[in-house]
């Protein structure tokens, strides 16, 4: 088993998995968890708003993560760095554009 591959699939999961409450909105504003930025502390219901829309890039992400992840688990021995090193620069390019949007997001829509 590839311990690369794994780590990026169960990444990739567990963004999905945190993106879901944040969707449907399940998260009130808190100290914990959820897109803290300071323009979703400005209310509850900018917080549910940002969130949300954070929550569907993230799962977005989240998907994008493992569906990178998969061909790792098939590949040969040969090529294994070389698409683990693709495979994470992609992750941190997707997290970062993920994030930018987000702040995006916050400044376009502030009430």
Do not use: D
């Not at 808190?30 to 890039?57: D, H, K, T, V």
């Amino acid at each position: 088993m590839n311990p690369v591959a794994l780590t990026h699939f169960i990444a990739g999961l567990v963004m999905i998995a945190v993106s879901l409450p944040l969707i449907k909105r399940k998260v009130k504003m808190n100290p914990w968890y959820g897109i803290r930025i300071p323009a979703a502390f400005e209310s509850e219901q900018r917080w549910l708003e940002i969130n949300e829309y954070g929550g569907r890039l993230l799962l977005r992400c989240g998907v994008l993560i493992a569906i990178v992840a998969s061909p790792e688990f098939f590949l040969r021995e040969a090529y294994l760095a070389a698409y683990a090193l693709a495979a994470s620069a992609l992750i941190v390019l997707a997290l970062g554009l993920t994030i930018g949007n987000i702040f995006r997001h916050a400044r376009r829509t502030k009430s």
